[in-house]
């Protein structure tokens, strides 16, 4: 890493910013205020607003000149915060609705073939004695940086979306008005289908096939520059690395940073600070002495200072296991009396650990076996989704607050990041909430390129990144992995990269090859594992034996095998199509009849292309329905308008997400072959989308939704499709006494044929049991219900209701393997039959609803009883809030779309932001729609 007074190029630790730094004030074009959140570093300031952006083709002028001052940037567009190109664009109302139908195709994307600028313009007064420094926070694409007429970087290293570098800028900044510019290129790492394309030549983020690319190809600043004024000495790379006792009965805590001497002198600078949390607070201390320009690392330990000995520290888990405490370190320089720097963060203490599961001889599949998590020493089943960031990059973090409620609501506790990174204060939201970050670099771009194909300028710029991702991340005690590789782990040189980045750095949680089941030279096997990505039925979840196993494609035969064993990094059964008040939001009737047609159902690749998935191709067939729509026509009956489609759709969506958390929580303990964790792909998408999803753009909560909620209750009880047994899980790290599960065959018309009851021992701490191993009674109808519930005395602890066929779903492996896709073949007539739902009569509810404030929220709760004559359950039963005439999103339900016999009664609550008066809807698969007064 080179280094000069004019120039100091650096991954130094994320830099938290203060609204107004006291020697910098703003000026120059009118632009929309962003709120800049206070921070521990008052010499600090995120350059937020005042940037403005203009393609160069327009422009007309180079850097020296729009760099100046006075330059006049007249007909540019103002920007509320420095964004990408098309966030830009959207937000000065170039293109409205731009979501809606196919109005993003519209764009035109060559104008983003042209260099774009970025420019803002503010007064500063640097103080006599204080250095000042601009740090680049990333960029996508690369980039030409000039301050006041000079140019102070080039895009030969200004690259890389996760990249940052610090510029010395003290020699050019004025006292009085200055400017910055910032020309950036087009980015070049978009994820392309076509194998014969070679990946683009940018370490960048893409959205591989999430989703349409945008047409900017996520080209600009996704994060906001800053300036920082510093004196003599800067603080950088303040940070604890933590020491803990296997029982974590103790805890030690080294203290360390690097100070820099910005001066031609010598300087001794007294380093100290404080980690403190409540009542609790360790102060520290340590006098350094730097040669000119030297940079030296400081370590203060517990055995220069006894309280960084902790005993007993507050530890922090996973939010279903323990509590979330957070230690805070903040650290200073002083130089002759006078404060010259300071920084802090909040960590948590907390351990976490990887292995890779025990190999039975002749019945583990994967030679290594498979990659298992533990925090605080305690083994887990990871149980998240695949996030993904706006598709033009936008963030707000109200909006990240109101996913992971949803996460939460859901049961998830994990999210999984491929690239994509979010700004700091989603990590801090994660921390703080308990769900837990699995972090890596993104699959099917320039990362994955072999090494050899690097230049010298890509490897320094891959280790920046990693060095400064690395920085980044480490304190956060949500991330508890990084995946150096995606679909390949990474060769050897590259490996070597960034091992030396993340060991530098001080990393301390696992680091895994692959999210495939690949090796890398020192890190071994990844024991992960990755697909399926489109429809495959309950069984196929919950499938175990060696037929799953694809042994016919040499290397690959871990690929495309989502049934649950092993660690599964991604899969999903494909298409998530949005509740029709969600599909009227961003579809005309014309794109939605192309979802329902019932030509979609005549087979794989049957129906025409869609445009909110990415492109059709042969290697799942997202972007048309047919594999989906078949196997639900094929299993549940035909349909013959939107609304038919939408009963059938909703309900098949739940049942197969609610199997695929089961099977892989139900499988965890299996002896040779166990299911460790599953990501489900995805958790939302970038746009309102029918792909991968399990919760709307628009917060909206299809079937997929209150499927996963089912299945990650964190007492729960649930039935196997893989040999009809009944099991019961504790996700929680509480032992639970005194339960009793009970399973009871229903057929449709409501004759109950079998009910059996059983007491069960105390359930262990993250401990799933078989029950009951029922056998389905003969003579009940060929579609029927099982219904299960687990209890603790009169109190209902789970309720679980499934609609199964005495006809099962055959899954032709042989095929599906040999076709090496994303979906499940079918054996001829191999699909269970559902259709018995069609014949159940209408139902009959009563519904009281009432609606309470509590803070600035208000609470729903609807009481739900069957109150018909016969034995007709009242199936799938949904409940939706409107408020001022527009559906209330987001929401969070105790339950939904739930199931009940005659005589039966549920209630269930929702939780939203206070409006005008609620109005509660009921809609079900064999109910009418009304609409309930909460007064």
């Not at 959205?207 to 004196?231: C, I, K």
Request: net charge neutral.
């Amino acid at each position: 890493m080179s280094k000069s007074r004019a120039c100091l190029a650096t991954t130094t630790a994320a830099v938290v910013s203060l609204s107004v730094l006291t020697a910098i004030i703003r000026t120059g074009p009118p632009a929309q205020a962003a709120a800049v959140p206070s921070g521990p570093n008052p010499g600090t300031a995120t350059l937020t607003s005042g940037w403005r952006i203009q393609s160069s083709a327009v422009a007309g002028h180079d850097g020296a000149r729009i760099s100046e001052p006075g330059y006049e940037a007249t007909g540019w567009l103002p920007l509320s915060t420095p964004e990408t190109l098309m966030a830009g664009l959207a937000e000065n109302g170039r293109y409205p609705n731009i979501f809606h139908s196919d109005n993003l195709a519209k764009v035109p994307a060559e104008q983003f073939n042209a260099n774009w600028w970025y420019r803002e313009q503010l007064t500063v007064h640097p103080r006599p004695g204080r250095h000042t420094f601009l740090v680049m926070n990333g960029v996508n694409g690369d980039a030409d940086l000039w301050v006041n007429g000079r140019k102070i970087a080039d895009r030969s290293r200004l690259r890389g979306s996760y990249s940052r570098f610090e510029y010395d800028v003290t020699p050019y900044v004025r006292s009085g008005a200055n400017a910055i510019a910032v020309e950036v290129a087009k980015n070049d790492d978009e994820f392309d289908s076509d194998p014969s394309k070679a990946p683009g030549g940018h370490l960048a983020l893409n959205m591989v096939d999430w989703n349409p690319p945008s047409p900017d190809r996520y080209t600009g600043l996704q994060f906001a520059p800053q300036l920082a004024q510093n004196g003599p000495v800067s603080v950088r790379d303040a940070h604890v690395v933590q020491h803990n006792a296997r029982d974590l009965s103790a805890s030690d805590l080294t203290v360390k940073a690097s100070l820099r001497n910005n001066t031609g002198e010598p300087q001794r600078a007294a380093f100290s600070g404080n980690i403190s949390r409540g009542g609790t607070r360790i102060p520290f201390s340590k006098t350094v002495t730097l040669a000119p320009h030297e940079t030296k690392p400081v370590a203060v330990t517990p055995a220069e200072n006894r309280g960084l000995h902790l005993e007993h520290p507050d530890i922090w888990w996973p939010y279903q296991m323990g509590r979330q405490p957070l230690y805070h370190l903040q650290v200073t320089a002083d130089v002759d009396g006078r404060r010259s720097d300071q920084d802090g963060h909040d960590f948590g203490i907390r351990t976490v650990t990887s292995r890779l599961t025990r190999v039975v001889p002749g019945k583990t599949r994967g030679a290594g076996g498979y990659r298992q998590f533990l925090v605080n020493g305690v083994p887990f089943v990871v149980r998240g989704g695949g996030w993904s960031q706006d598709m033009f990059l936008r963030y707000s973090s109200g909006n990240i607050a109101d996913q992971l409620a949803y996460v939460k609501n859901m049961g998830l506790n994990t999210l999984r990041f491929e690239g994509n990174f979010p700004p700091d204060d989603m990590f801090d939201q994660l921390d703080r909430a308990g769900i837990l970050a699995m972090t890596g670099w993104q699959c099917c771009g320039h990362w994955e390129d072999d090494s050899s194909t690097w230049d010298a300028a890509t490897r320094a710029n891959a280790a920046g990144q990693a060095s400064h991702m690395a920085e980044r991340l480490r304190s956060h005690p949500s991330v508890f992995t990084f995946f150096l590789g995606s679909d390949y782990a990474p060769d050897a040189t590259k490996e070597a990269i960034y091992l030396n980045a993340f060991r530098t750095a001080d990393w301390d949680t696992p680091l895994v090859a692959a999210a495939w089941y690949e090796s890398s030279a020192k890190l071994g096997p990844s024991g992960s594992k990755e697909g399926s990505y489109n429809y495959a039925p309950p069984s196929y979840w919950w499938a175990n034996g060696p037929e799953t196993v694809n042994s016919a494609v040499p290397g690959r035969m871990f690929l495309f095998n989502g049934s649950a064993w092993g660690f599964e990094a991604e899969a999903s059964a494909g298409n998530t199509i949005p509740t029709q008040d969600s599909l009227d939001r961003f579809l005309t009737e014309e794109d939605q009849k192309k979802i329902w047609d019932p030509a979609t159902a005549n087979g794989p690749g049957s129906g025409a292309d869609l445009f909110h998935t990415s492109a059709y191709n042969d290697y799942y067939k997202l972007a048309r329905m047919g594999v989906y729509n078949t196997a639900l026509w094929k299993r549940y009956g035909p349909w013959s308008d939107a609304a038919g489609y939408q009963k059938t759709v909703q309900l098949g969506e739940y049942e197969i997400a609610r199997a695929q958390f089961e099977a892989y929580i139900g499988n965890s303990t299996d002896p040779a072959n166990p299911s460790t964790g599953v990501i489900y792909w995805m958790l939302n998408k970038a746009w309102p989308s029918l792909q991968w999803s399990l919760y709307g753009y628009d917060f909206d909560q299809p079937g997929v939704y209150f499927g996963a909620k089912k299945a990650n209750e964190p007492v729960h009880i649930m039935y196997s499709y893989r040999d009809g047994s009944i099991q019961v899980a504790n996700l929680t790290n509480t032992p639970q006494a005194g339960l009793r599960a009970t399973v009871e065959f229903i057929d449709t018309n409501g004759t109950v044929r079998h009910k059996q009851t059983v007491p069960l021992s105390t359930l262990a701490r993250q401990e799933v049991r078989t029950a009951l191993r029922p056998k389905t009674p003969a003579g009940i109808s060929r579609t029927y219900f099982a219904k299960l519930t687990l209890s603790r005395g009169s109190a209902q602890v789970s309720r679980n209701v499934y609609w199964l066929s005495t006809k099962p779903d055959r899954v032709d492996w042989a095929s599906t393997h040999a076709g090496f896709q994303g979906y499940a073949n079918f054996e001829p007539d191999g699909y269970a039959d559902l259709t018995g739902l069609r014949g159940l009569g209408d139902a009959s509810v009563r519904v009281t609803a009432h609606t309470r404030r509590d803070g600035a929220d208000s609470v729903t709760t609807v009481t739900i009883r069957n109150v018909g004559g016969g034995r007709t359950p009242a199936l799938f039963t949904r409940a939706d809030v409107f408020s001022g005439g527009s559906q209330v999103l987001p929401i969070r339900w105790s339950d939904n779309d739930i199931t009940l016999w005659p005589g039966e009664e549920q209630t269930i609550t929702a939780r939203y932001r206070a409006g005008a008066r609620p109005v509660v809807r009921l809609s079900g698969y064999n109910l009418k729609t009304q609409e309930i007064s909460t007064g």
